[in-house]
Each structure stands twice: as structure tokens, then as C-alpha cells.
């Protein structure tokens, strides 16, 4: 047990279709669960991560609490991995940087079609959106980068267990996707 | 020993007025390339092709062979900034893959993957760029021209018309096409022509032919550009 | 205007190659090019509307929206900068009340900056309506404000205002006694041509422009190509910043230059010559081409020179604000009217150069320099300097000593020889060849101007104590970034790629690993670059890197990481939107250190 990996993985401004994908590993999960264990993770109650070796990020950074989640991952884990199109180059949700960001507001709570009690939200709990959406390399240091809308099981176990059996990941030809 | 060149120690026969990437291509020698297409007038911008020819750079599409050269490609060096140049492509338009129709023929994506391309490295710079629908054949998305000018070059030498030109300076150069409006509906364009099919990106598509082959099954899901490239380039087109 | 564009056309004999010439006129009538205009041209020369939208969008003195009526431009130099522009540009925005980039909306006036306009002896320098503006102070802006409000027509305008000094302050063999108008021809003639190239050969003369290959060869190859036509250009480009002189030689020197391009064309064969002027120099056009009316009328160019039956005359072609077109490629491509993009290389300009004929491209210095060699022969010429640098070489001195000006020195003069000579003191470093060339230190100044060692086009930047390194590596790597012509990858986007880089570290957003990235990309858009601009694009940072790492170092943060954008300024639209600036409204740039 000691000996485990811990991983922790989240999503930022994601759709958590790469965690989908990384659950389709399938039974090999039952292999994986005998080498590592899972910190904070979408399949487990634990809120922060904490002294992780490895953290999985799918997602861009679009509001401050992305910026807030990616640092405490980065803090807490020896290699941070951007995982999937959304992480490396900020994917589909950073299509609304080329629309100002005063705009998007506008359109979805002031003068949208169906806007019942046009309020932009302003409760304190909320995070606020950046003004563009930032793949996670332009906001803390990233270790590896898995591509892929998403990325393969198959992406996650050989990066996986290359990690697991100490060497250097590799990602073969037909493992590269940007779709 | 004349007419005889090497390149990564393998040597290689050319022929007077050959440049380097043809000798290649013809040898079953793959260099990246982007803006280089054998049917065209070579242009050495993408820079892709970058070589080393007795110790100096020089882009293979552009230089000349000549008996004896050494000339330097699949290095580990010249790999790593081959692509370096290939994520400079990404970061400066917008190249979103997952929503791009023409993933998986796209020879930008195949060329990054045959690098092995993980990651953009630099900054983006999410460029305000648009979509010219207006034809009701063919498509432009600015959003993913990398300034190649096959378009233009397929247009002027093998249409014999003058649909696209390449107008602006440095990062701000963009596609135009030649019309009063700017818009491609108003060009002498047709969706026969070459120029419609030359893009090695989604930034001209045809209209109505999207998802006809389902991504996984696309030309380089299975297959890499260096193959592809020398089976279609091997032969000179036509012959 | 139709009318106007229709007769313009005609006194170009409707040739595309005049294009640049024809939207310049557009410009300086209408203060744009109008839809209209692009119309009727593409029309009447039988070229794509494309071509000419090309080439108005890659010359940035040429605009598709209207510029005021009063286009003032205000140059961006590091020069400019060290004589106070930033504080003036400010007060001039201010006293027009128009923003920089910006037209006025009465459409009376349009300020911007502009790259190094070449008056670096006596800056902070601009254009209006393209004529060179000097010595710019509050009191002439004062002035400025108020002609413009007045309405008062450009060539009304207190002379002063324009008016453009030489600063020739030492001056050696070239420029002390300029040959007598014909000389050089007359003593050719007499000689041979032949013999005549071989006194340059004998000179060991070198290209002044920069790159020194040697001027006989360059001739000759011209002269053994096949075919009857070939042409001579003269490349008065003179766009790298900080450099000054083919301004003075042109503007004094010009009988001698003229005939210097007259000498190559009997030599090689052309009866067609170019002077590619700048158009930052548009006030010596007039001047120049009275000069060439004299030589016409003097037997000196036409059809019958010397009565010789030789056959050359000299067009004068001016630039619209592009420092690529100091590249001799880029310059023909310029001439023939279309963008100043870069050719592949080879085939060389000697071989195929405008219209693919063979042609000699060569600085305005060099061909002074070979008339002189052709007066007083090769010997006189190659005692002067080093083993591989013949002959002196004119400097343009700008920056921090007591006397900027023009410097005619023999090549191996030391640099300690050159500040002494210019009354520089307390000096931190020169820029030497201007941003693409070296930075200099202190330590170094017994190096000397050759091109065994110091290579230089002629400029030469002085830097004091005061000045921060950094901020003159970020305005030359604005530069490059600002003139790159786009057309190879590692230099449209690694230029700017390494403006955004260097201005992590500088503006104090770096991290650890920064410094080695900047050096990273450098090397990229220094080995791959398609041309000399982006081939030496890097040069302002790695030569201040090389000597100065600690400087570069110290700007870093002892951290790991750092966003290069300001992540609380990216909130800054939803704070306002939600009204809110509660704490959690905000985001520290750095994560506070647990």
C-alpha cells in the first residue's frame, strides 16, 4: 500500500469526457487499482489534493476557480499532466475568445432570447470568468501532455504504466490524436 | 560518383535541376513538408523541410542538388526544431481539431503526430480571424490558414484564374481572396478547381463532404504522412 | 480622383512594375487608397485587385481607411527614445487630442509611430504627409498643433521644421575630396572598362551594406551572364536603425554615387539603372532628380554618354516603409512593384534579379566608393585598412556622446578610437550594425571596424551608464517583430513569439525556466529563418545575453512558474460585469507561498 502511486485527477473547464475515456481502460482498471490509488478525483470524496505523485488535468482555465484548483494540484502533485485538447490548447470552450467576454455575458444573462430576470450573477460565491480561456501550460508549469478529444484508454495505460514501471512515457504513433 | 548526393549517410542519385526534395522523394526519402507540393513552383516559407547541407541550413524544397552534397534531415536536432516551427503553426492561428472537419486528412495534424506533437509548447495566440461562407461550394476558415499559398499557386498555375493572394505583413499576413466584396462567392472560384483541393489544412474545405468517412478511418488515423506522402508524390502527378 | 488615377496611371505607362509609385501618389492625394481607386487601377494596369490589396497592406505607409489629413508619424527608434520621444509622443497625443494609432475624428489628423526614420543626429525625428520632421521638442509641437488646427498646407510650414543638417564631422578619403562630376567615367573610358573592374578588384572593395562580398566579383559574375538587358540598383534602404549616412551621401554626395552606379553599368552592361530611396528620405527626391537632369544635361547619363555612344539612365524608386526592402531580394521584388517579400536564394540577383535579368544590387557607399577607385585607381584605395577590409568606412553616430553625426574612418580604426573621436564618455556599450548586428561592452572597445571582426552597414549606437540594456534589446526586438514580412514560420511567428517572451522577463512575469526558453526560441528563428532579418531578428537578445546572463537572470522570480499575462487583469471584465471586488473577486499572479 505504501508503495502505491497516488493520483489525483480533475476537471477544469472540461467536459469530463477524458475521464469517461480513462474509466474505458476497462478491467485493466482492476491491474491499476493494485498499483495506485486515487487522491482527490471525480470517483472518489476527497475535496483537496494532497501529496500526490501524479495529477491528471482535463480542461482549460476559463474562471479563478480553475486557476485556484490548478495550483493546488500543482503544489500537491511531483508530475502534472494536461490532459486532452481542452487542457493543451484550451479546445472548444476557449472558441469564446473571440468574443469579448462583456458580450458573452450580455447574450446569456442580460439580452438573450428567453432571459427571464436579466442579471449578470454576482453572488460572491461564484468564480469569475477570465477574459479568454487558457490551455494549463500558460498557467503553471506542465510535466507531460496526453492529446486527444479524448485521449484513448489505451493513451492512459501505456502512459500509466510506463510512469508505473519507471520509464519515460511514449506516446507511439497511432497513440497521437488530436481528435 | 557524379550526380550523386547522400542524405543521412544514404547515398542518393539526382538529376541536373533537382532540388533536394525532389531527389528525395524520388529516392523514397520523406522530408516534412507543408508548402511544398511537386505539382507547384516551390516556396520555402513553411520551412519544415529544413536540412543541412554541408553544415548550413537550407529549406530542401528550394535548394538545389549537387554532386556531393551532405545533407543532413532525420536528426534528432533537426526533428526537434522541425517541431518547434510545427507548434509555432498552432499557436499562431486557431487550429481546434476535435471540431475541425478535416481532422484526420489534415496534413498540419499528420505532420505534428509523424513529430511526435504533443503538446502547442508556446503561448497561444488565439488570432481574431473569420469564416467566409458565402460560397455555396467551398468554405474558407481563416481561422486555420498557415499562409502556404498552395492555394494561390494551384489557382494561378494550374486554373489559370487568380482566386487567392496572400496580403498583409508578418503576423498580421491573412488569405484574401480576388473580389470586390472579399468574399469567395464572388470569385471565379469553382469547386472543381485545384485550388479547392489543395489545402494541407481545414482552412479551405469543400462544402457537403464533412463527415462522408467517419474519424478513426481517415487517411492518417492508420497511416503516416511519410508514406503517404512519397505514395502520392513518388510519381509526379499526372504521369 | 477617377481623373486624377487615369492620368497618374498614363504617366506611369501603365506599368504594374510602378505600382508602389502609383498608391504612394494615391496616398498623398486621397490620404488612403479608396475602393475606388483599387478598382480603376487593377483595371487600367490589367493586374488582380489581390496584387494591389497585397501590397498596400504590407507597406505601412500605404492604408485601406482613411489616415488624416495631416498623417504624422513619429519615429520609434531607440535613438528617438534616448532624445525624449516617449515623453513628447505622449505631449503630442495630448496637444492634438488624437491617441497614438489613432485618426482624429474630424479626419484631420492621424499620429502613429513609425520605425526609424534616420534622423538619429538630430531626433526625436517624424514624418508629416511622409516629409521628414527633425529635432522635435515641446516648443515645435506647440508649433505643430497650431499649423495643424490652422489648417495650414504642409508646404507652408516653417522650413526650419524640415530642416535636415549633414553633421558630417570627420570625414577621410572618400568624403573629403568628392571626384569632379564625370571623372570618374572620363578616367574609365580612358582606361577600359575592363581595367577599370579590375582597379576595384584591385581596391579589394567590400559592400558597404553590411554583408561585404566583394564588389569586382559581384560585377563580373553580372557582366559573364548570358542575355542582352541587365540593371544596376542602387539600395539607398537605408532602413536599419541608427543609421544615417546614405542620407548625407545622398543629400551631398549624390554627383559621386550617381556616377558610381554609371561606371558599374558600363562595366557590366546595363543601360537601366534604379535609386531605391527609402520613403522616410521623400524630402531628397526633388533634389535627386535635379541632379539627374544636370547629368543628362552634362552628357553624363543617357544616350550618348562621354559621346561614347554608352547608353544608361537612372530612375529613382521610393520605398513606402518597410525595412525588409534593405534586402536586395525584397528590394526588387519592391521595384517591380509588388511586396518586398524575400527571394529563394539561389538563384542570385546577379543571375536573376529584376525581371529575372542579371542585376547588381549594391549600397549607396559602394558605389561612392567605386568611383572614387575609378578616378584614382585601386592601390590608393587598398593601402587604407585591414587585410580583408579595404578603404574606410562611413559611420552614422547616434546615441550618448558630444557629437553624433557622419564619421568616414579608415576600416581597423578601434572602437575606443571611434567614441574618443565622437566625445562619448561613461559608456556602457555600442550597438554596432545597428539591431541586427552586435552589442558591444566595454570591455570590448579595442575590437575595431573590419569585417575580420566588427562587420557594420554603419551604425553605431552609443549607450551610456543611464540606459537600461534591457529596454533597448525589447525595442529592437519590437522591431524586428514590427518589420518581419511574414513569410517563413520561424520568423512571422517566432519574431513575435520572442517579443512576447522577452517581455515576460522584462516586465518581471519570469520564472525559472524563462531565460533558457528566450535562448531556446532564439536559436529557432536565428537557424531557420528565410532571410538576414530573421536570421538575426535574435541577435539584440543573444549577444545581451551572452554578455550580460546576471541582467536577464535577475529579472527572474524565484519561482518555478509564472503565467506570462496578468491573471488579475483577466478578471478585471466579470469583476466589473458582477460589480464585484470582494477578495475572491481577485487572483494573486503567483500563488501565495504556503
Not at chain 2, 524544397?61 to 498552432?90: H, W, Y
Not at chain 2, 503526430?113 to 502547442?120: K, P
Not at chain 2, 470569385?187 to 479547392?196: I, Q
Request: aromatic share 8%; hydrophobic share 40%; glycine share 8%.
Amino acid at each position: 500500500m505504501a508503495n502505491k502511486l497516488r493520483i489525483a485527477t480533475t476537471s477544469l473547464a472540461g467536459c469530463f469526457g477524458c475521464h469517461m475515456s480513462f474509466l474505458d481502460i476497462d478491467e485493466r482498471i482492476i491491474a491499476l487499482a493494485d498499483l495506485v490509488e486515487f487522491d482527490r478525483s471525480p470517483i472518489t470524496d476527497i475535496e483537496h489534493a494532497s501529496n500526490c505523485d501524479i495529477g491528471l488535468i482535463e480542461g482549460g482555465v476559463c474562471n479563478s476557480e480553475n486557476v485556484h484548483v490548478l495550483r493546488e494540484f500543482r503544489k500537491n502533485c511531483k508530475i502534472l499532466v494536461a490532459v486532452g485538447a481542452c487542457a493543451i490548447n484550451g479546445g472548444l470552450p476557449a472558441m469564446r475568445n473571440f468574443i469579448p467576454l462583456e458580450e458573452c455575458l450580455n447574450e446569456a444573462y442580460l439580452d438573450g432570447i428567453g432571459v427571464e430576470n436579466p442579471q449578470i450573477p454576482s453572488d460572491i460565491e461564484l468564480p469569475l470568468l477570465l477574459d479568454q480561456v487558457r490551455p494549463l501550460h500558460e498557467v503553471v508549469k506542465i510535466d507531460y501532455f496526453l492529446p486527444g478529444c479524448p485521449p484513448s484508454a489505451e493513451v492512459f495505460w501505456t502512459f500509466l504504466t510506463d510512469l508505473l514501471e519507471g520509464r519515460q512515457p511514449v506516446l507511439e504513433y497511432g497513440l497521437v490524436h488530436f481528435d | 560518383m557524379s550526380n550523386t548526393l547522400t542524405i543521412d549517410g544514404n547515398t542518393i542519385p539526382f538529376t541536373d535541376g533537382q532540388t533536394i526534395m525532389q531527389a528525395a522523394t524520388a529516392t523514397g526519402v520523406y522530408i516534412p513538408h507543408l508548402c511544398h507540393h511537386p505539382e507547384f513552383t516551390p516556396h520555402g516559407s513553411c520551412k519544415l523541410c529544413t536540412v543541412k547541407v554541408n553544415g548550413r541550413i537550407c529549406s530542401a524544397c528550394t535548394f538545389p542538388a549537387m554532386a556531393g552534397q551532405n545533407v543532413l534531415s532525420n536528426t534528432q536536432e533537426l526533428t526537434a526544431d522541425r517541431k518547434k516551427i510545427t507548434q509555432m503553426l498552432f499557436v499562431e492561428g486557431n487550429h481546434f481539431c476535435p471540431s475541425c472537419e478535416k481532422t484526420g486528412n489534415c496534413q498540419l495534424q499528420a505532420v505534428a503526430y509523424h513529430l511526435n506533437m504533443l503538446d502547442d509548447h508556446y503561448p497561444l495566440f488565439y488570432p481574431q480571424r473569420a469564416v467566409d461562407a458565402s460560397h455555396h461550394e467551398v468554405l474558407i476558415d481563416h481561422n486555420r490558414c498557415i499562409f502556404c499559398t498552395l492555394c494561390v499557386r494551384a489557382s494561378q498555375q494550374t486554373d489559370g484564374k487568380n482566386v487567392f493572394a496572400i496580403s498583409g505583413r508578418g503576423i498580421n499576413k491573412h488569405l484574401i481572396v480576388n473580389a470586390d466584396s472579399g468574399l469567395l462567392k464572388d470569385t471565379d472560384l469553382a469547386a472543381s478547381d485545384r485550388a479547392a483541393h489543395i489545402c494541407p489544412t481545414g482552412a479551405i474545405l469543400i462544402k457537403h463532404t464533412a463527415y462522408q468517412v467517419p474519424i478513426g478511418q481517415r487517411l492518417y488515423d492508420h497511416q503516416q504522412i511519410d508514406q503517404v506522402s512519397l505514395a502520392q508524390e513518388q510519381t509526379p502527378h499526372g504521369e | 480622383m477617377q481623373a486624377f488615377i487615369q492620368s497618374l496611371v498614363a504617366s506611369h505607362q501603365h506599368q504594374p512594375t510602378h505600382l508602389l509609385a502609383i498608391l504612394r501618389a494615391i496616398q498623398a492625394q486621397a490620404h488612403y487608397i479608396p475602393e475606388a481607386a483599387i478598382k480603376q487601377v487593377a483595371t487600367l494596369l490589367n493586374i488582380p485587385r489581390s496584387h494591389i490589396m497585397g501590397v498596400i497592406e504590407f507597406y505601412s505607409f500605404l492604408h485601406l481607411t482613411p489616415q488624416g489629413q495631416y498623417e504624422i508619424l513619429i519615429s520609434d527608434s531607440i535613438t528617438d527614445q534616448m532624445l525624449g520621444k516617449n515623453e513628447l509622443m505622449a505631449y503630442l497625443s495630448e496637444q492634438l487630442h488624437v491617441a497614438v494609432g489613432a485618426v482624429r475624428s474630424d479626419g484631420l489628423v492621424s499620429l502613429n509611430n513609425t520605425s526609424c526614420t534616420g534622423l538619429c543626429d538630430q531626433g526625436p525625428a517624424g514624418l508629416v504627409n511622409g516629409y521628414a520632421l527633425s529635432r522635435l521638442s515641446r516648443a515645435r509641437i506647440d508649433q505643430i498643433a497650431a499649423l495643424v488646427e490652422q489648417q495650414t498646407p504642409v508646404n507652408e510650414w516653417p522650413c526650419e521644421l524640415f530642416q535636415v543638417e549633414d553633421n558630417i564631422i570627420q570625414t577621410d578619403l572618400l568624403m573629403t575630396t568628392p571626384i569632379e562630376s564625370g571623372a570618374a567615367l572620363k578616367a574609365s573610358y580612358a582606361r577600359g572598362w575592363s581595367e577599370t573592374l579590375a582597379e576595384i578588384d584591385r581596391a579589394g572593395l567590400r559592400g558597404r551594406g553590411g554583408a561585404g562580398f566583394k564588389t569586382a566579383s559581384k560585377w563580373q559574375y553580372c557582366k559573364d551572364e548570358a542575355g542582352p538587358e541587365r540593371y544596376v540598383v542602387c539600395n539607398a534602404d537605408e532602413g536599419e536603425p541608427g543609421t544615417f549616412k546614405d542620407r548625407v551621401l545622398l543629400n551631398t554626395y549624390a554627383q559621386q554615387v550617381f556616377e558610381g552606379m554609371t561606371v558599374c553599368a558600363a562595366i557590366i552592361g546595363a543601360t537601366h539603372g534604379f535609386l531605391y530611396l527609402r520613403g522616410e528620405y521623400l524630402f531628397l527626391y526633388d533634389k535627386l532628380q535635379q541632379i539627374l537632369d544636370e547629368r543628362r544635361q552634362a552628357g553624363l547619363l543617357g544616350n550618348n554618354i562621354l559621346n561614347s555612344g554608352l547608353q544608361f539612365d537612372i530612375e529613382i524608386c521610393l520605398g513606402a516603409g518597410a525595412y525588409i526592402c534593405g534586402e536586395e531580394s525584397a528590394l526588387i521584388e519592391s521595384l517591380e512593384g509588388k511586396m518586398g517579400i524575400p527571394r529563394n536564394r539561389p538563384p542570385y540577383p546577379v543571375s536573376q534579379g529584376y525581371l529575372q535579368k542579371p542585376t547588381v544590387v549594391n549600397n549607396v557607399e559602394t558605389f561612392l566608393a567605386a568611383a572614387h577607385i575609378a578616378v584614382h585607381g585601386g592601390d590608393a584605395f587598398a593601402q587604407i585598412g585591414t587585410a580583408q577590409s579595404k578603404g574606410t568606412k562611413i559611420l552614422s553616430i547616434s546615441g550618448d556622446c558630444a557629437r553624433p553625426g557622419i564619421y568616414e574612418l579608415p576600416f581597423g580604426t578601434t572602437i575606443h578610437a571611434v567614441l574618443a573621436a565622437c566625445g562619448a564618455e561613461d559608456v556602457l556599450g555600442v550597438q554596432i550594425g545597428g539591431p541586427s548586428g552586435t552589442f558591444i561592452a566595454n570591455t570590448e572597445f579595442d575590437r575595431r571596424l573590419a569585417f575580420e571582426d566588427l562587420a557594420t552597414g554603419g551604425s553605431f549606437i552609443i549607450f551610456n551608464h543611464s540606459r537600461q540594456l534591457l529596454d533597448i534589446a525589447q525595442n529592437f526586438t519590437h522591431f524586428f517583430a514590427l518589420e518581419s514580412c511574414g513569410f517563413c514560420t520561424p520568423c512571422r511567428v517566432g519574431t513575435s513569439l520572442l517579443k512576447k517572451q522577452l517581455d515576460k522577463i522584462v516586465d518581471g512575469h519570469g520564472s525559472a525556466g524563462d531565460v533558457a526558453e528566450l535562448e531556446a526560441l532564439c536559436q529557432i528563428v536565428k537557424n531557420h529563418s528565410h532571410c538576414g532579418l530573421g536570421q538575426t531578428a535574435a541577435n539584440p537578445i543573444l549577444s545581451t545575453l551572452e554578455r550580460y546572463p546576471e541582467l536577464y537572470q535577475s529579472r527572474l522570480k524565484a519561482i518555478s512558474y509564472e503565467p506570462g499575462f496578468d491573471l488579475d487583469a483577466a478578471l478585471a471584465t466579470a469583476r466589473r460585469l458582477a460589480n464585484r471586488n470582494d477578495a475572491a473577486a481577485h487572483l494573486a499572479q503567483v500563488e501565495d507561498s504556503l
